[in-house]
C-alpha cells in the first residue's frame, strides 16, 4: 500500500488520480489545512472507486503510529506541508513545526514498520541566490533565506542521514520548480483563496473575487522588471513521481535527487499576457513592493532527470495555462 500525504492538496489529489488509474492501493491522509474536502469527491467521482481516507496531521504522532500498525504500508509519498515563502517569514515556527516535524515523525513510523520507500516534496528555493540559472542537483547549498526553504532542506537532510544508516531503506527527492495547471475535468484544483501563487490569484481576479491582480515588483533585473520563473504541468510533474518511484525501487542508490521543471523561465508579465490572449480580457494590475525571499529569476537543468529516469515536460505554456483555464471555467459555474 502506498500511504499518500496531503492527498486532497493541489498535487497530492492529481497524483492520486493517476495512482487510481493503474489500480493502486494506496491510503490518503490529510489535516485539510490547506486542501478541499471537495477534492474526495471529485477524484471518487472521477475515478470511479472509493477512497480510503484518514483526516490526520502529520505532527500527530499518536495517530501516525496507530496508521502505520494497522495498514500495511510499504511506499510513503509525502506531499504535506505548507508552501508560501512569504508567508513563512510570519509564521517561522509553523513552518517548522509542521514541515520538518511532520517529516521526522512519518520517518520515525516508517523505519519502525519496515517502510523502505519514500519519496518527498522539495523545492527549488533550497538553492537560495547564490548560483545562476539553471539550478542544477550537483550544486553546493548554504542554508537558505526563507523560513519555508530552510524547512525543506532541513528535511531533505534529515531522510539523507536516514538512508545512509538503513541498508534498504530509499528515499528520492524531487525539488519542484513552480506547478500549474490541472485536470482535464477542471474539477480538482487547489484552495485559491489561500494560495499565494500567481496562477490561482489570476483564477481568483477571473472569477471577481477580487478588483485588481497584485504584482509584486517590477523593479527586478529582468527583461520586463517582473519576477521570472520556471513553470511545469501538473501531468508532467506526476509523471516524474511515477518514474521517481520506479527508479528508487530499482536501484542501488539510497538516496537521489532530481529537479522538475521546464527548463526555461517566465515572467510574470508574461504569463498574465497568456492570461488575457486566451481569454480575451484585460486584467487590471496594482504594483505592490517585493514580497520578502523572492528572487529575480530561476529556472531548472532537467538534464538529470531527463537521463535517470526518462523524464521531460510535453505541455508547454500556453497549455499550462489552457488548462488553468479548464478549472476557472468549472468554479465560475459553481459559483
Known amino acids: 500500500m502506498i500511504l499518500v500525504t496531503g492527498g486532497l492538496g493541489y498535487i497530492g489529489s492529481h497524483f492520486i488520480v493517476q495512482l487510481l488509474k493503474e489500480d493502486t492501493d ?9 486542501s478541499k474536502l471537495d477534492n474526495l469527491k471529485f477524484i471518487e467521482n472521477l475515478t470511479k472507486k472509493k477512497i480510503n481516507f484518514i483526516e490526520c496531521d502529520t505532527r500527530d504522532k499518536k495517530n501516525i503510529n496507530k496508521i502505520f500498525l494497522n495498514e500495511t504500508i510499504d511506499t510513503i509519498i509525502h506531499f504535506a506541508g505548507l508552501k508560501s515563502i512569504s508567508e513563512s517569514f510570519e509564521k517561522s515556527s509553523e513552518y517548522f513545526s509542521n514541515n520538518i516535524s511532520g517529516t521526522s515523525n512519518l520517518l520515525d513510523s516508517a523505519l519502525k514498520n519496515n517502510v523502505n520507500n519514500f519519496i518527498f516534496s522539495s523545492s527549488a528555493t ?4 547564490k548560483h545562476p540559472s539553471p539550478w542544477k542537483e550537483s550544486q553546493e547549498i548554504n542554508l537558505p533565506e526563507s523560513p519555508y526553504a530552510i524547512s525543506k532542506i532541513v528535511s531533505e537532510k534529515i531522510l539523507e542521514n536516514a538512508s545512509r544508516f ?10 519542484y520548480f513552480n506547478p500549474i495547471g490541472y485536470h482535464e475535468s477542471g474539477y480538482i484544483g487547489e484552495n485559491i483563496a489561500t494560495s499565494k501563487n500567481l496562477i490561482p490569484a489570476i483564477i481568483n481576479y477571473l472569477l471577481g473575487n477580487s478588483k ?28 516524474g513521481h511515477l518514474k521517481a518511484l520506479k527508479y528508487i525501487k530499482n536501484s542501488n542508490k539510497n538516496f537521489d535527487i532530481w529537479n522538475l521543471g521546464s527548463g526555461c ?7 498574465i499576457n497568456i492570461f488575457e490572449k486566451l481569454t480575451n480580457s484585460k486584467i487590471k494590475i496594482s504594483m505592490s513592493p517585493r514580497r520578502n525571499g523572492d528572487l529575480p529569476y530561476f529556472w531548472a537543468d532537467i538534464s538529470k532527470a531527463k537521463k535517470e529516469l526518462n523524464w521531460a515536460p510535453v505541455k508547454h505554456i500556453e497549455e499550462m495555462i489552457a488548462d488553468s483555464l479548464n478549472h476557472y471555467n468549472y468554479l465560475s459555474k459553481t459559483n
Open 126 to 129: 533550497v538553492y537560495g541566490n
Open 166 to 175: 538503513q541498508i534498504n531503506f530509499k528515499v528520492g527527492v524531487l525539488r
Open 265 to 271: 523561465g517566465y515572467s510574470v508579465f508574461q504569463i
Open 26 to 34: 494506496l491510503l490518503i491522509i490529510d489535516n485539510l489545512s490547506n
Open 212 to 239: 485588481i491582480l497584485n504584482v509584486y515588483g517590477n523593479d527586478y533585473e529582468t527583461h520586463d522588471g517582473s519576477c521570472v520563473r520556471d513553470y511545469v504541468h501538473i501531468n508532467d510533474l506526476v509523471d
